[in-house]
């Protein structure tokens, strides 16, 4: 793996986004700490802003397999926008190299009238698909998406995972070099994940790079072998996945266990416990001082 | 998709030049931002029975009436229907390149956020769907002048390169209101009714004629001359030089500045969303 050229390079990436139209003035009563997000610059010019990323570094290898975590709002959708172009850095530098395709979301339908074929034609248009390798991808995605006769039916129709499937097979259809998946898997039953998984690791096979966002451990154990941890902005570790993932969320514990076993998770939360959802695994022992800023460790 | 090696150093406000750049990245993919152009047309009026031939309607009916209310007080002189039909077509373009371009990023901000494409790439597309929305319109004025015969020429072919010079100045300037529409959201509302305000100060559906005060609102208001030269043609007559020489003079300008401020601040858009 170590003798494959670096494909991404991010060197102190910073992140500052304005906010318009709020004045980041605080609430008299001074809210709890906010345990998700990024960091929040009041009063700046008028204008609040936040960091979603503050200084992260790292390379990536072509081919890896690398896996986004961190709680809502820790910067994994906006890293992933930085490296698929659509953010430009404010601070520090990135290099991706390579064609990249991004699947950040499920809504690409251009339309909800437009069918789900006449949608892949749309978003091939969108990507900047000849129409050679429109034909054969088209071919490609009734193939993988497995949708059959609802591609002629509008996508309206359709549910979140039939999006999610459909939207795949073309992001994946021309063979990027680079990969970036936000959180959208869960949508998709795990027959398509089985495919999914499949499917990439052919592109895989064929030294494609691969970057996914997700809270699904289950989801990033399939896909990913290294893992970076993002905390606020910052990127807290990053390792192989069986590592990261150990600090992350420690072994599996009964939730209605309530002996002091862990009471680190009890502090690293100001929110009352709610009951578990069983396809969101929540981290529950996270250490506190996690939150603060933490010597960047570089496992890298 | 993104072709190539891309490295971003942290953001730097380009100039002219980068604006230019982006436009002819986005200029190049024609085929694509005329196609989505015509399926965000076909797909709006899709479940319907008539289909876009709402738009011909909607203006046939429009037309009607303006011709009914005020053609009966000029006593139905100089082909008035189809000078009301050829200007309403024309503005309603022009309206639209101001009002519509206004909300185009943040209509388009799901791809955006998602696609890496030069922005100017969304403008054309919504420019692209005005443009069919004009050439569903154009069927009021060719019914009428197939009606009322106004003398055609060889100058009437001028109206050709008149109505490239309008497209063209759309094009410029949809982006600018783009960028203005997502930095500052009163934008929006505020052209939507400014153009309200120009239907009725811009000689569409009347003629300056003798009247001094006709006669200077039309003669101050540059959207009088980008109607004159597609419209006197249409009627028969030769544009006058200055309303070339006005149309030209505003494409350029608007050409310039949308170059200049889309360098300057087209990464900082996606942060407006």
Known sequence: MSEEPIVIKADKLGLKLPIFGFSGKRRKKKNAKATVGGQIKRGNNHHAAVIPLDGVSFEIRRGERVGLIGRNGAGKSSLLRVLGGIYRPTSGSVMVEGKVSTLFTNQIGLSHEATGYENVFLYGRLLGYSNAQMQ??????????????????P???????????????VVTAMQPDVLLIDEIFGAGDRQFQDRARERM?????????LILASHSDDILRRFCDRVLWLDHGRLVQDGPIDEVLARYEPPEEDEDEDDGRKPRARRASNKPQKPR??????????????DKAQPEPDAG | MSDQTSTAASFNPGGIGAGAADFLKAWKRWPDWLMLGWYDFSIKHRRTLIGPFWETLQV?????????????????QDYYPVYVAAG???????????????????????????????LMFYVLRQVAYNVFRMAFQLPVYIVCALWFQPPFGLVTLMAIPGLIAVILTGVFIAPLMGLIGARYRDFGQAMSTVTRFLFFTTPIFWSPGNNAIKTAAAAYNPFSYFIAVVREPLMGNMPSLLAWVVVLTCALASLLVTLWLFGRYQRNIVFWL
């Open chain 1, 136 to 153: 054969e991808i088209a071919e490609d995605v009734a193939e993988f998406s497995q949708l059959g006769d609802y591609l002629d039916l």
């Open chain 2, 60 to 76: 046939g009916i429009w037309v009607g009436a303006l011709v009914l209310i005020f053609g009966a007080m000029r006593g139905g």
């Open chain 1, 155 to 169: 996508m309206r129709t359709y549910s979140a995972g039939m999006r999610t499937r459909l939207g795949f097979a």
């Open chain 1, 277 to 290: 959802d069983p396809n969101k695994p929540q981290r529950k022992s996270r250490a506190r001082k996690d």
């Open chain 2, 88 to 118: 309403v077509t024309v503005w309603n373009f022009i309206s639209s390149n101001l009002t519509r371009a206004t909300a185009v990023f943040s209509k388009n901000s799901n791809f955006i956020l998602n696609v890496d494409n030069p």
């Open chain 1, 201 to 209: 690791s052919n592109i895989i096979g064929q030294s494609n790079t």
